[in-house]
């Protein structure tokens, strides 16, 4: 089947501790996405990349960080510099940036201990 | 990027057909109309997409008037199964494929 992964389902943070969300898709999409979804709200642009070894900040990079080393995964860390991480993340992908249709993972959700 | 007004919630009843409006005055030339579909704890599936004019697949009808300014998705007889939040979306090809969700429209379609 083809689609987006995102792992864990959850995920437990501590205090000062950098974690690391997995998002993997075998679509052959260029583009992929990373938003962050707090309750009752819409969904927030952490990251995006384009294309492999590139990718932009989105509205709410500040205490998070990506990479994109292979086209198919691009994993998002949210480090301790992120104060309030409690959210629910989600990873899309899309064909490439000019394509408006993208294409979400499950989503991982959050949660500070 | 144009900015979108949606109802924050509809109420409806299984059988009836509910048509969500979106207002969206700074739509620009190139820009394209999309609905997404978001179930609670699961990430958001692309239900339609149009430019102008009416377009309709297997799950829903979108109609765009002359102006653009303002779109609506038509659900034809809802079921419970269609309660979610739905966003309308409005945006550039363009620009590096930044999509602004706002709060959508919480359906929610009682027996």
């Known amino acids: 089947d083809g689609g987006i992964t995102q792992s864990p389902k959850y995920l437990f943070r501590k205090e000062g501790q950098n974690v690391t969300l997995s998002c993997e898709q075998n679509l052959n999409h260029d583009a992929m996405y990373w938003y962050r979804q707090d309750p009752g709200q819409g969904l927030r642009l952490i990251y995006y990349?384009?294309?492999?070894?590139?990718?932009q900040k989105g509205d709410i990079a500040e205490g998070y960080s990506v990479s994109r080393e292979k086209k198919e995964s691009f994993p998002l860390t949210v480090t301790s510099a992120q104060k309030n991480p409690t959210a629910f993340y989600l990873c899309?992908?899309?064909?490439?940036?000019?394509?408006?249709?993208?294409?979400f993972g499950p989503g991982t959700r959050l949660l500070v201990l | 990027l144009a900015k979108t007004t949606q109802p924050i919630s509809m109420d409806s009843y299984e059988g009836q057909e509910v048509n969500i409006t979106c207002s969206h005055n700074n739509i620009a030339t190139n820009d394209y109309i999309t609905w997404y579909q978001q179930f609670p704890s699961q990430g958001p599936r692309f239900i339609i997409q149009?430019?102008?004019t009416k377009v309709t697949n297997e799950v829903a009808s979108l109609f765009i008037p002359a102006d653009r300014k303002s779109s609506t998705l038509s659900l034809p007889r809802v079921s419970l199964s269609d309660t979610a939040v739905y966003y309308c979306?409005?945006?550039?090809?363009?620009?590096?494929?930044?999509?602004?969700f706002g709060q959508g429209t919480e359906l929610s379609v009682k027996p």
């Open positions: 899309a992908s899309s064909i490439g940036s000019s394509q408006e249709t993208q294409y």
């Open positions: 990349s384009q294309i492999v070894n590139d990718f």
């Open positions: 979306l409005v945006g550039v090809y363009n620009q590096g494929g930044k999509l602004i």
């Open positions: 149009g430019y102008k």
